[in-house]
């Protein structure tokens, strides 16, 4: 796994990328946004049942300043789109997306002119939860498997090389 115990003197050595990992996969702060059905299986995700906080997620933000992961809960029609947009653009590095639901995902059944047709028409999407709605338990496999992603990626998140690779500042 990558951490080794010195036996006798009673310390722990990793490497720093490992440990910034580990840090951030327990530290994500979700800021929601919710405009569809979707939402309230978010909010039983949220309920003490499934007890989110085990993960270390317990606080979500409604700051996109101090929320390191944004959840697009439902549709998004096009005249929301540069709301969500600037949220995203005013999280800090490093961040992370969730898309939860079909509509979110890819459309959904809103195969019209007046919804976006996917989240990753605006920004990078991390995570896909496919559904309508989705289960708080697929939100749950979903949010563990980011977990898993975040500690993965090291110093540099997928949203940064996205924007390295785009030639953004």
Partial sequence: MGIDYLKGDGFLATNLNRAVGWARKYSLWPMPFATACCGIEYMAFMASHYDIARFGAERPS???????????????????????????????EPKWVIAM???????????????IQG?????????????CPPRPEMLMQGFIQL???VQKEGYISASMKHRLLKGDN
């Fill in 119 to 131: 989240m990753d028409e605006l920004f990078p999407v991390d995570m896909y939860i496919p559904g």
């Fill in 62 to 92: 409604f700051s996109p300043r101090q929320a390191d992961l944004l959840i697009v809960i439902g549709t998004v029609c096009i005249k929301m789109a540069p709301v969500l947009k600037r949220i995203y653009d005013q999280m800090a």
């Fill in 101 to 115: 639901g079909a509509c979110a995902s890819c459309g959904g059944m809103f195969d019209v002119y007046s919804v």
């Fill in 147 to 149: 977990q898993e992603k």
